[in-house]
């Protein structure tokens, strides 16, 4: 399968604790993007990556919030001292070089916080 | 920045009926207009998208047409079957930028035998 790619599906954790999700976007494409959805919720803009550089970060991404991409690759989204309202699915998606608009979407990594 | 608008919130039809769901977008400079589809437990699915130049695009039994003088876009699914149930996004975007969709609150489509 040579879709999105996100690890791990699901997350439990306890209020307080730090979790990571990674992505692995479709092969050469070089924008990578982060969203969160709630239930009941279109996907939110949380921010972008085009190669390794970080472009745009929306106001939902806290200073608790870090994502990377160091070599234009896969990226890695970082929650420390998580909070109940963290709770959600955190979607990645990517998008070719030809910079067509549209976006391709993995699965998702659901987390729910304790 | 960009707001959109999606109705229904929910959505049930008879199997082989048509469903109509319909969107508004606040920002003149979008110029994609995306809609997803989305199962349960899996990430949103592009079924088809249309652009600014456009009034109206068909995939088989699937529609969207587009008003850029109201800025509101719908998506219409003829001949419904039971695997269309699913929830539908609506999108809107700049190209060109960062590509950033801005997504309505979705409608939960629900085709009953």
């Known amino acids: 399968d040579t879709g999105v790619s996100q690890d791990p599906r699901h997350k439990i954790t306890k209020r307080g604790q730090n979790v990571t999700f990674r992505c692995d976007p479709i092969s050469e494409h070089n924008r990578l993007y982060w969203y969160r959805q709630t239930l009941g919720q279109g996907p939110e803009f949380l921010t972008y990556?085009?190669?390794?550089?970080?472009?745009?970060k929306s106001r939902l991404l806290s200073d608790r919030f870090s994502a990377e991409r160091p070599k234009g690759s896969f990226s890695t989204l970082e929650i420390q001292r998580t909070e109940q309202g963290d709770s959600a699915m955190y979607l990645c998606?990517?998008?070719?070089?030809?910079?067509?608009?549209?976006?391709?979407f993995g699965e998702g990594s659901r987390l729910t916080v304790l | 920045g960009e707001n959109v608008e999606q109705h229904p919130s929910t959505l049930s039809v008879q199997e082989g009926d048509s469903a109509v769901i319909k969107c508004t977008y606040s920002?003149?400079?979008?110029?994609?207009f995306p809609w997803y589809k989305q199962e349960l437990g899996k990430g949103p699915q592009l079924i088809i998208d249309?652009?600014?130049?456009?009034g109206e695009k068909k995939d088989q039994r699937i529609a969207v047409t587009l008003n850029k003088t109201a800025k509101h876009f719908s998506l219409h699914i003829t001949e419904t079957q039971p695997e269309d149930s699913a929830v539908y996004f609506c999108?809107?975007?700049?190209?060109?930028?960062?590509?950033?969709?801005?997504f309505g609150t979705g409608t939960q489509l629900k085709v009953e035998l």
């Open positions: 990556f085009q190669n390794e550089a970080q472009l745009e």
């Open positions: 998606a990517s998008s070719p070089r030809t910079n067509t608009g549209e976006l391709f």
């Open positions: 999108a809107a975007m700049v190209t060109g930028g960062g590509n950033k969709l801005t």
């Open positions: 920002d003149s400079a979008s110029n994609y």
């Open positions: 249309i652009r600014s130049n456009v």
